[in-house]
């Protein structure tokens, strides 16, 4: 348990560091999410490869094409994604 009169060694207190510094780096280089984003995202991390694979192929069938224009012009809308993201993922889907 934590005690917050304890007082911290040296190496208590690198460790520690290095945590919290590991945690900044990943709250910087990941973009904000609400709690179902990242509920959806730890269930990605979480998926096998074939699974992934399995998904992916569902979501670039063609009558779901329609669905996937419409989120990601909304993303693009507020900001989620640049143009140049929306523009290069288009061109990947072939449009």
Request: avoid cysteine.
């Amino acid at each position: 348990m934590w005690n917050p009169f304890k007082k911290n060694t040296q190496q208590n207190s690198n460790q520690s560091d290095a945590t919290v510094d590991e945690k900044k780096k990943d709250e910087e280089s990941s973009p904000k999410m609400n709690m179902l984003q990242r509920l959806a995202m730890k269930k990605m991390e979480r998926m096998s490869p074939q699974e992934k694979a399995k998904m992916m192929q569902e979501v670039f069938k063609p009558e779901n094409k329609d669905k996937l224009l419409s989120a990601m012009e909304m993303m693009r809308k507020s900001g989620q994604i640049s143009q140049e993201q929306y523009d290069m993922a288009k061109q990947k889907m072939g449009e």
